[in-house]
């Protein structure tokens, strides 16, 4: 039997979407089968294609496990880049001062979100808002957001991370919910189109293992490590 090298596989909440797209486009191009036919036809047939393709290709889900290799890891909840790493005053739930990490989707990358550390969520919330492009600051604050706050299983800290959509994007998709008991391998949500995930951590309480304009995947780079070398298991 050959074996095939590679599968495909889409995540969830695509499959709704890519069924609709899927119909029209099959709708379409018989039209125009029947009343043009010929380039016209052609043309469509091409088109609808790359089009399909550009949708099936956001929507896949990788398959990652990542092997914590230490219990202190956080590991990057998304796909993408790193666009800031500095301290800032988190004004709109936490009320203090943090290490703010963020990672910019572009709509190329995988935009499935996973959780980056074991723990429990002690708050989830979201916000409608603005569209603005998602590398802007102001994009933290202003646009639709879910924040999703976990207090961490190895030491107690919490760490806060903040799914905000872009210019394109139009739904978040957000697993958590408070009280949840959540762990590494798994999936936080799903942001549709360009899209950023911030993340803030407790200040002088990690090593960071990323810079600014780093490339990252989501559920398998390790970004940063919480420096306390005790483990309390208790949530």
């Known amino acids: 039997m050959m074996k095939i090298p590679f599968r495909i596989y889409i995540h969830k909440e695509g499959w709704k979407l890519l069924s609709s797209v899927a119909l029209g486009l099959i709708t379409i191009n018989l039209l125009l089968f029947f009343l043009a036919g010929g380039i016209t036809f052609s043309i469509s047939l091409v088109i609808s294609s790359v089009l399909f393709l550009f949708f099936t290709n956001f929507f896949r889900?990788?398959?990652?496990?990542?092997?914590?290799?230490?219990?202190?890891?956080?590991?990057?909840?998304?796909?993408?880049?790193?666009?800031?790493?500095?301290?800032?005053?988190e004004n709109l739930l936490l009320k203090e001062k943090r290490l703010q990490v963020s990672i910019f989707m572009s709509v190329t990358d995988v935009h499935a979100n996973w959780y980056p550390l074991a723990g429990k969520v002690i708050h989830y919330s979201h916000r409608n808002g603005n569209y603005h492009a998602a590398w802007l600051p102001k994009a933290s604050s202003e646009n639709e957001r879910s924040s999703v706050i976990i207090r961490a299983a190895y030491n107690q800290q919490t760490v806060l991370v903040r799914q905000i959509a872009g210019a394109l994007a139009r739904r978040i998709v957000t697993y958590a919910h408070t009280g949840k008991r959540c762990k590494l391998n798994e999936h936080l949500g799903f942001i549709k189109f360009g899209s950023?995930?911030?993340?803030f951590f407790p200040l002088d309480s990690v090593d960071m293992f990323v810079e600014q304009g780093a490339r990252v995947k989501g559920n398998k780079t390790v970004i940063a490590r919480f420096k306390d070398k005790e483990r309390n298991e208790t949530v």
């Open 61 to 89: 889900s990788p398959r990652r496990f990542y092997q914590q290799s230490h219990p202190g890891d956080i590991v990057s909840p998304a796909d993408g880049k790193v666009v800031v790493v500095e301290p800032v005053y």
């Open 196 to 199: 950023r995930v911030d993340l």
